[in-house]
């Protein structure tokens, strides 16, 4: 087993998004050295390894660094694990922290991941040359969590609510359901990531990621309120792994053995968690960002958000279809802001992911 320190030129990142410490960490890079996976550990023909060959470096970006999270944990252990190797896929993470939509949109990069279809929705309105390939759960990330006096989502007005990068749809909806007038709510855009600003009243509430600051300050044994969009009937997704369109186009077979072998790493994740979570912490303490993901914050992280792939409406983890997308794109067309939106169908493939699976279990090569 080979790190990506020693083969993959993965390189530290200034960590951003609501999942990290607003810290920003400088980046550490080794040479890489290159290395041929014994013939014996391919599992697939000739013929498929050589195209998977011909297809070349795919770029892998990664938004959130090390995070304990589905689209992006699997990706890091799909690589470890030598899953990418078997299926001769030579495949490069960058953890940069860079604009994954924009790099895989220009053709600087073939995949990235997003915290949920609104994020694809919205970029989607902007941007081309972009398709959504899989769909990680039905369970919006997104949470309001707020100073223990605030008790329900109206009591609100007359105090504030932080977000960071924008207030989502989703958090949107959640007010607008609670009927919240928010002309009386004053929003602030957040630069503290220290979700204690919360429980210290210097915010009264703030759009978090459910699985991420309030799961802090849970572990602290603070005390707060959380509202969650189930909580006023707000649907929407988990996290969404996205393609460049041309490259889908010219590689479908490679862009599958891609999902295939990151989908066979999140399903080791979902079976062993403890050594999936040991060794992801043990990659960003190679490459310098143990202090921002610690085990124990990717433990909390990943507790949370293994669930909601486990919940997922198909029961097969990254199987998408558009009626998934359905309610979440009725809430980015009232709440996103967007001149106009592409049809759902436009924005996704419904079938690479599916036809990968049978009789409900992935279809892994060997097995």
């Given at each position: 087993?080979?790190t990506?320190?020693?083969?993959?030129?993965?390189?530290?990142?200034?960590?951003?998004?609501?999942?990290?410490?607003?810290?920003?960490?400088?980046?550490?890079?080794?040479?890489?050295?290159?290395?041929?996976?014994?013939?014996?550990?391919?599992?697939?023909?000739q013929?498929?390894?050589?195209?998977?060959?011909?297809?070349?470096?795919?770029?892998?970006i990664?938004?959130?660094?090390?995070?304990?999270?589905?689209?992006?944990?699997?990706?890091?252990l799909?690589?470890?694990?030598?899953?990418?190797?078997?299926?001769?896929?030579?495949?490069?993470?960058?953890?940069?922290?860079?604009?994954?939509?924009?790099?895989?949109s220009?053709?600087?990069?073939?995949?990235?991941?997003?915290?949920?279809a609104?994020d694809?929705?919205?970029?989607?309105?902007?941007?081309?040359?972009?398709?959504?390939?899989?769909?990680?759960?039905?369970?919006?990330?997104?949470?309001?969590?707020?100073?223990?006096?605030?008790?329900?989502?109206?009591?609100?007005e007359?105090?504030?609510?932080?977000?960071?990068?924008?207030?989502?749809?989703?958090?949107?909806?959640?007010?607008?359901?609670?009927?919240?007038?928010?002309?009386?709510?004053?929003?602030?855009?957040?630069?503290?990531?220290?979700?204690?600003?919360?429980?210290?009243?210097?915010?009264?509430?703030?759009?978090?990621?459910?699985?991420?600051?309030?799961?802090?300050?849970?572990?602290?044994?603070?005390?707060?309120?959380?509202?969650?969009?189930?909580?006023?009937?707000?649907?929407?997704?988990?996290?969404?792994?996205e393609?460049?369109?041309?490259?889908?186009?010219?590689?479908?077979?490679?862009?599958?053995?891609?999902?295939?072998?990151?989908?066979?790493?999140?399903?080791?994740?979902?079976?062993?968690?403890?050594?999936?979570?040991?060794?992801?912490?043990?990659?960003?303490?190679?490459?310098?960002?143990?202090?921002?993901?610690p085990?124990?914050?990717?433990?909390?992280?990943?507790?949370?958000?293994?669930?909601?792939?486990?919940?997922?409406?198909?029961?097969?983890?990254?199987?998408?279809?558009?009626?998934?997308?359905?309610?979440?794109?009725?809430?980015?067309?009232?709440?996103?802001?967007?001149?106009?939106?592409?049809?759902?169908?436009?924005?996704?493939?419904?079938?690479?992911?599916?036809?990968l699976?049978?009789?409900?279990e992935?279809i892994?090569?060997?097995?």
């Amino acid at each position: 087993m080979t790190t990506p320190l020693d083969s993959k030129k993965l390189r530290g990142f200034g960590v951003a998004g609501l999942l990290v410490a607003a810290l920003t960490l400088t980046a550490c890079t080794a040479p890489a050295e290159e290395s041929t996976p014994d013939d014996s550990d391919i599992l697939i023909s000739q013929e498929a390894c050589d195209r998977n060959k011909a297809a070349g470096t795919i770029t892998y970006i990664s938004g959130y660094g090390y995070s304990a999270s589905a689209g992006q944990l699997d990706v890091f252990l799909a690589d470890e694990l030598g899953y990418f190797d078997a299926l001769c896929l030579d495949v490069e993470i960058n953890a940069s922290g860079a604009n994954g939509q924009q790099l895989v949109s220009s053709g600087q990069a073939e995949f990235t991941a997003l915290g949920s279809a609104s994020d694809v929705m919205l970029a989607a309105a902007n941007s081309k040359n972009l398709t959504a390939v899989a769909t990680y759960g039905n369970t919006p990330p997104f949470s309001i969590f707020a100073n223990e006096k605030i008790k329900s989502l109206k009591d609100l007005e007359g105090g504030s609510l932080g977000y960071f990068i924008n207030l989502t749809p989703i958090a949107s909806a959640m007010l607008d359901a609670a009927d919240v007038d928010v002309s009386k709510v004053e929003l602030i855009k957040m630069t503290n990531y220290d979700p204690t600003v919360v429980t210290r009243g210097q915010v009264d509430a703030i759009v978090g990621y459910a699985s991420n600051q309030p799961e802090n300050l849970r572990a602290q044994g603070l005390p707060f309120s959380e509202f969650f969009p189930s909580d006023v009937g707000v649907e929407g997704t988990y996290n969404v792994m996205e393609v460049n369109s041309e490259f889908l186009a010219a590689n479908r077979e490679v862009a599958a053995d891609f999902m295939r072998a990151s989908l066979h790493a999140l399903q080791f994740c979902l079976d062993s968690s403890d050594e999936c979570l040991d060794m992801i912490a043990q990659l960003a303490e190679d490459n310098g960002q143990g202090s921002a993901f610690p085990r124990e914050q990717l433990e909390r992280t990943w507790n949370v958000e293994s669930q909601w792939v486990r919940d997922s409406n198909s029961g097969l983890p990254g199987a998408q279809t558009a009626a998934d997308w359905e309610a979440e794109y009725e809430l980015v067309k009232k709440f996103g802001n967007v001149d106009s939106l592409p049809p759902i169908t436009d924005m996704m493939d419904q079938t690479l992911v599916a036809d990968l699976y049978a009789d409900g279990e992935l279809i892994w090569p060997g097995n």
